[in-house]
């Protein structure tokens, strides 16, 4: 198998399960994500599909618990990694963008800071040049006026505009691409 056609990540047999009563959330699920795939979870409302992301993401909530399965990004299964190394991850090598943007985003931190502290984590950015690259991620994911958007918070920004917002922010660090290995 070549680099193109490999899965850049890997989800198998995942399950979750309530951590208090040991019951099950998710059985068995699996798939697997190809660069330049464009992949949809779908299913009816509560089949699990965000218990399936967050579990992949390691941020499920403290009532639930990953039980068994695997997610690997290239050579690395995910449940394997440290807290701390989780971090490096997110953002970094994977994103996911949140259904209902205006419960990910931060209420009291301006849509343009939020973007900027992706960056600030994941990158060496600062000051004008961290503006200007959280600026051209606006543009690049067609929120108008993308300058005087910076310094909106989102319950100012229109659904649509928020959930530009989340895109941008999966974007910033320019995730794991096979053809910039």
């Known amino acids: ?44 409302s509560g089949s699990g599909k965000s218990v399936t992301s967050l579990a992949a993401m390691r941020l499920l909530p403290g009532a639930l618990r990953i039980t068994g399965g695997a997610v690997r990004v290239g050579d690395e299964d995910l449940f394997d990694l440290s807290e701390a190394a989780m971090q490096t991850v997110r953002g970094a090598r994977v994103a996911m963008i949140f259904q209902n943007a205006m419960s990910a985003l931060n209420p009291v931190q ?53 959930q530009r917002v989340m895109i941008a922010m999966a974007l910033a660090c320019e995730p794991e691409h096979p053809d910039r290995r």
């Open 110 to 162: 301006t849509a343009g800071e939020q973007v900027a502290e992706t960056l600030r984590l994941h990158t060496d950015l600062k000051g004008a040049a961290l503006r200007q690259r959280v600026v051209q991620l606006f543009a690049e994911v067609g929120i108008q006026d993308a300058d005087a958007r910076y310094a909106f918070y989102p319950h100012q920004l229109s659904g649509g505009q928020q």
């Open 1 to 44: 198998m070549n680099a193109r056609s490999a899965p850049v990540m890997l989800v198998t047999d995942l399950a979750v399960e309530v951590a208090e009563t040991g019951a099950p959330i998710l059985k068995g699920v699996s798939f697997e994500l190809r660069a330049g795939e464009i992949f949809a979870l779908v299913g009816e």
